[in-house]
Structure formats: structure tokens, C-alpha cells
């Protein structure tokens, strides 16, 4: 049984930082890409950012410069620190993570965490 636990989320000013953990746990053989995700108040989920095994990442527009994505792969956890915070990045942030289950067998699943809410307003 894989869970994925969301933590660091809460109630900032504008321009404030915030860090964001979320940790994996279950017998996993190695998890290939994990990402945060976010939900705004009536919009779909969009990535903010991922980053794959060997530490390669990606960021969507609105977040570069701004936030920062890292993993330790020996906890099997993610990070994103999110400096500059404005109201828009108020949201249920999720992660996620591509998790393969066997050195033999290739094929990946794809867990959610339950989301943490972030919320930037003065």
C-alpha cells in the first residue's frame, strides 16, 4: 500500500515563502517522476512543477524564478519551496509520483497525496 503525505501547506502574506514536503511511503522500488499539482478555487489542477530521478525539472511559466522543486530519492520525498508567493498561488496543492514497483518490470502507477492548502492574502 503506497501513501504519499502532503505537508507545510497554511495562510501566508503576499511576497511570503512557504515550503512544501511530501513524502512516500510502501514498498517502492523507485519512484521515476514526482511533481506538485495544484487546484485553485473553481479551475482545474495544473502542474506547478516536477522533477524526474535524476533531478531534471520542469516548471509551469507563472512559477519560474519563483519556486524551487528537489527530492531526496533516499526518503522518497519531494519538495517545493515557493518564494514571492502572490494570491494566485492560493490552491490545494497535490503531489504526485510515478512509482515503479520492480527492477523487472518497467511499467509505472501513478499515487496522488490528499493536497495541502495553501492560501497567500494579506
Known amino acids: 500500500q503506497v501513501q504519499l503525505v502532503e505537508s507545510g501547506g497554511g495562510l501566508v502574506q503576499p511576497g511570503g515563502s512557504l515550503r512544501l514536503s511530501c513524502a512516500a511511503s510502501g514498498r517502492i522500488f523507485r519512484i521515476n517522476v514526482m511533481g506538485w499539482y495544484r487546484q485553485a478555487p473553481g479551475k482545474q489542477r495544473e502542474l506547478v512543477a516536477d522533477i524526474t530521478n535524476d533531478g531534471s525539472t520542469n516548471y509551469t511559466d507563472s512559477v519560474k524564478g519563483r519556486f524551487a522543486i528537489s527530492r531526496d530519492n533516499a526518503k522518497n520525498t519531494v519538495y517545493l519551496q515557493m518564494n514571492s508567493l502572490k494570491p494566485g498561488d492560493t490552491g490545494v496543492y497535490y503531489c504526485?509520483?510515478?512509482?515503479?514497483?520492480?527492477?523487472?518490470?518497467?511499467?509505472?502507477?501513478?499515487?496522488w497525496g490528499k493536497g495541502t492548502l495553501v492560501t497567500v492574502s494579506s
Open positions: 504526485s509520483a510515478a512509482i515503479q514497483f520492480s527492477r523487472w518490470i518497467p511499467a509505472e502507477q501513478t499515487y
